[in-house]
């Protein structure tokens, strides 16, 4: 019995550990070349010479616009992910915690649901006629605002559900009170969810910072975000292998802080986000 | 605190709470998702044309969509590769999550917040990013895996750029992509079981795979059932890994509705078809997920009935 219970637990660990070793392995192959020379990635040499030139190439050359589809990937993904938490969180506390009518509900709630779930590209043609009309297409606010939109759902369920996790009787003793609706939620409901909006901005930030395919066709050469701009140094004819490395490593730095600092935010909002 | 104020002043301002805090979202959604639905549906009656930056509609009735069902080719070969993919993909994300959560959960396993961390990774790191990696892993002459396979002596492998094969290496890169979540959900699900129910089930079976079968799997089967749903409708909208693994190539082999729909509307300049395309597309997914959420609600009800 202990000598199966042993085995067991080898053969448990080599599989997921064998599952890590394969998300690793690849990760930091690729990474690994954003300190390689060109030479020595082409020729595959193992043990090669560290450089920094790939990220003074990328960031500092001139040619490179790397430095600002940073900053543009991270002043679209701060701005929308503000707005759609500020107003996920006001409304999912309304329709969390107050009576709402079944007509105003259900319209918000079930569209949500649906439009999370279509793809993204049945609804890029049209944003881009439509911001294309009123001569937005290209300016930040076309980005913005779409990513927020795009987002929504995923915000308003994950602040839905911390709200429904706080306990009635504090919301009936301050109606006892005479709180009016915004007391409750700017003394009540806001400091007590303070936590889940932090989680929940986390999460959408990532996202918008990650989007490809609304940034793909809204944004111009002056907006451009960093994952659209590493999408085309891979489609290059020559491609060049260090700086597309270094580009990649410097994109997934959120995504990374990210893990170690709030992993159990990420799987907590995964997960509420999934069962929804 | 209220003293003050009359109750009917009260009333008015609890009312403008309501409609305050519920139009932005309301507003969002209108604007620009419902708003979008019609506006392709209105477009793809229209041929469009681009003249010095000044479109040109012409109406020509439902011609397009006569020419999507009756003439288009590409598309539908998307559309077949879209429900082999999802087919393919989630078959292996679920039992390949399923058993390694069963395997943690029944024998534990070392350093679990680093594994957990690790397996985060390809969830939280831009797709792009992912097809970026992979693109160079296999690519044909420095890429990573013909590098392994020339050190044990074998033939490389064209992997995106033979048509027998790019589809299936398309696949295995979004398998690899999300069997983690898979797992996390699967380990979540089991770990939330009542050790007492399993304990006493216990006593009437023998052997772990009777286990398994009997017991685990028909406790586990709605967290199962919501998972393979929720991993069918997502997968449906694959688009940056194809975008830049293969563009659809070689030939249809790796084409998916999404990146038609892309290259009309964008490459191809073609509006009212790509509208056509989108409301086809559309439709057909919010059918599937009324129709999925449909069988889900039933389930329930019955399961509350009993």
Same mark, same amino acid.
């Given at each position: 019995?202990?000598?199966?219970?042993?085995?067991?637990?080898?053969?448990?660990?080599?599989?997921?550990?064998?599952?890590?070793?394969?998300?690793?392995?690849?990760?930091?192959?690729?990474?690994?070349?954003?300190?390689?020379?060109?030479?020595?990635?082409?020729?595959?040499?193992?043990?090669?010479?560290?450089?920094?030139?790939?990220?003074?190439?990328?960031?500092?050359?001139?040619?490179?616009?790397?430095?600002?589809?940073?900053?543009?990937?991270?002043?679209?993904?701060?701005?929308?992910?503000?707005?759609?938490?500020?107003?996920?969180?006001?409304?999912?506390?309304?329709?969390?915690?107050?009576?709402?009518?079944?007509?105003?509900?259900?319209? &918000?709630?079930?569209?949500?649901?649906?439009?999370?779930?279509?793809?993204?590209?049945?609804?890029?043609?049209?944003?881009?006629?439509?911001?294309?009309?009123?001569?937005?297409?290209?300016?930040?606010?076309?980005?913005?605002?779409?990513?927020?939109?795009?987002?929504?759902?995923?915000?308003?369920?994950?602040?839905?559900?911390?709200?429904?996790?706080?306990?009635?009787?504090?919301?009936?003793?301050?109606?006892?009170?005479?709180?009016?609706?915004?007391?409750?939620?700017?003394?009540?409901?806001?400091?007590?969810?303070?936590?889940?909006?932090?989680?929940?901005?986390?999460?959408?930030?990532?996202?918008?910072?990650?989007?490809?395919?609304?940034?793909?066709?809204?944004?111009?050469?002056?907006?451009?975000?960093?994952?659209?701009?590493?999408?085309?140094?891979?489609?290059?004819?020559?491609?060049?292998?260090?700086?597309?490395?270094?580009?990649?490593?410097?994109?997934?730095?959120?995504?990374? &802080?990210?893990?170690?600092?709030?992993?159990?935010? &990420?799987?907590?909002?995964?997960?509420?986000?999934?069962?929804? | 605190?209220?003293?003050?104020?009359?109750?009917?002043?009260?009333?008015?301002?609890?009312?403008?709470?309501?409609?305050?805090?519920?139009?932005?979202?309301?507003?969002?959604?209108?604007?620009?998702?419902?708003?979008?639905?019609?506006?392709?549906?209105?477009?793809?009656?229209?041929?469009?044309?681009?003249?010095?930056?000044?479109?040109?509609?012409?109406?020509?009735?439902?011609?397009?969509?006569?020419?999507?069902?009756?003439?288009?080719?590409?598309?539908?070969?998307?559309?077949?590769?879209?429900?082999?993919?999802?087919?393919?993909?989630?078959?292996?994300?679920?039992?390949?999550?399923?058993?390694?959560?069963?395997?943690?959960?029944?024998?534990?396993?070392?350093?679990?917040?680093?594994?957990?961390?690790?397996?985060?990774?390809?969830?939280?790191?831009?797709?792009?990013?992912?097809?970026?990696?992979?693109?160079?892993?296999?690519?044909?002459?420095?890429?990573?895996?013909?590098?392994?396979?020339?050190?044990?002596?074998?033939?490389?492998?064209?992997?995106?750029?033979?048509?027998?094969?790019?589809?299936?290496?398309?696949?295995?890169?979004?398998?690899?992509?999300?069997?983690?979540?898979?797992?996390?959900?699967?380990?979540?699900?089991?770990?939330?079981?009542?050790?007492?129910?399993?304990?006493?089930?216990?006593?009437?079976?023998?052997?772990?795979?009777?286990?398994?079968?009997?017991?685990?799997?028909?406790?586990?089967?709605?967290?199962?059932?919501?998972?393979?749903?929720?991993?069918?409708?997502?997968?449906?909208?694959?688009?940056?890994?194809?975008?830049?693994?293969?563009?659809?190539?070689?030939?249809?082999?790796?084409?998916?509705?999404?990146?038609?729909?892309?290259?009309?509307?964008?490459?191809?300049?073609?509006?009212?078809?790509?509208?056509?395309?989108?409301?086809?597309?559309?439709?057909?997914?919010?059918?599937?997920?009324?129709?999925?959420?449909?069988?889900?609600?039933?389930?329930?009800?019955?399961?509350?009935?009993?």
């Amino acid at each position: 019995m202990t000598l199966r219970r042993t085995s067991g637990r080898v053969a448990a660990n080599v599989l997921v550990w064998g599952y890590a070793a394969m998300i690793l392995l690849p990760t930091l192959w690729v990474l690994s070349n954003a300190f390689k020379y060109k030479i020595d990635i082409i020729t595959g040499a193992t043990l090669s010479p560290v450089t920094w030139s790939n990220f003074e190439q990328l960031l500092f050359s001139r040619q490179s616009q790397f430095l600002w589809n940073l900053l543009n990937s991270a002043f679209v993904a701060v701005s929308s992910t503000a707005i759609v938490i500020v107003i996920a969180t006001m409304a999912a506390f309304t329709l969390g915690r107050l009576r709402v009518p079944g007509w105003v509900r259900w319209p &918000i709630l079930g569209w949500a649901l649906l439009f999370q779930m279509l793809p993204t590209l049945t609804f890029v043609g049209s944003w881009y006629v439509m911001w294309s009309a009123i001569g937005l297409h290209g300016t930040y606010i076309s980005v913005i605002l779409t990513h927020v939109v795009h987002n929504l759902p995923m915000g308003l369920f994950l602040m839905l559900s911390f709200m429904s996790a706080l306990p009635h009787e504090i919301f009936q003793a301050a109606r006892m009170d005479g709180c009016s609706n915004s007391q409750m939620f700017w003394r009540v409901a806001f400091p007590l969810v303070r936590g889940g909006m932090i989680a929940a901005t986390a999460l959408i930030f990532i996202f918008s910072w990650s989007d490809f395919a609304i940034a793909l066709t809204l944004t111009s050469p002056a907006t451009m975000t960093a994952p659209v701009a590493i999408a085309t140094f891979a489609q290059e004819y020559d491609i060049r292998y260090g700086e597309m490395a270094a580009g990649t490593l410097l994109s997934i730095v959120p995504a990374l &802080i990210l893990i170690l600092v709030g992993q159990r935010f &990420i799987v907590r909002g995964l997960l509420a986000g999934a069962v929804k | 605190m209220n003293t003050m104020i009359k109750p009917g002043v009260v009333i008015r301002r609890n009312k403008r709470w309501l409609v305050l805090s519920l139009a932005p979202v309301a507003v969002f959604f209108l604007v620009l998702s419902g708003f979008p639905v019609l506006n392709l549906l209105g477009l793809s009656f229209f041929d469009v044309e681009w003249r010095e930056g000044a479109a040109e509609f012409n109406y020509i009735g439902l011609e397009n969509y006569h020419r999507l069902f009756l003439e288009e080719t590409i598309y539908w070969a998307g559309v077949r590769n879209t429900l082999v993919f999802a087919v393919t993909v989630v078959t292996c994300q679920m039992v390949l999550g399923f058993s390694m959560a069963l395997a943690v959960k029944r024998a534990g396993s070392v350093g679990r917040t680093i594994l957990t961390g690790i397996f985060l990774l390809p969830i939280v790191i831009p797709p792009i990013v992912i097809g970026t990696m992979w693109r160079l892993v296999m690519g044909r002459e420095f890429g990573l895996a013909n590098t392994l396979l020339r050190w044990f002596g074998l033939n490389e492998v064209d992997w995106l750029g033979n048509p027998d094969i790019a589809l299936a290496s398309v696949m295995f890169v979004d398998i690899w992509h999300w069997t983690p979540f898979v797992f996390l959900l699967m380990l979540a699900g089991l770990e939330s079981l009542d050790e007492e129910v399993l304990d006493a089930a216990r006593l009437d079976v023998t052997g772990f795979w009777q286990e398994v079968r009997h017991i685990v799997l028909p406790l586990m089967l709605p967290t199962i059932l919501i998972t393979v749903i929720f991993r069918v409708i997502l997968s449906f909208k694959v688009f940056d890994e194809v975008y830049l693994l293969t563009s659809g190539g070689p030939g249809t082999a790796t084409e998916v509705v999404n990146f038609s729909i892309y290259r009309t509307f964008f490459r191809q300049d073609q509006v009212g078809y790509g509208s056509a395309m989108s409301v086809v597309t559309l439709f057909a997914i919010a059918l599937t997920i009324i129709l999925a959420r449909g069988v889900l609600a039933r389930r329930r009800n019955a399961e509350e009935a009993e």
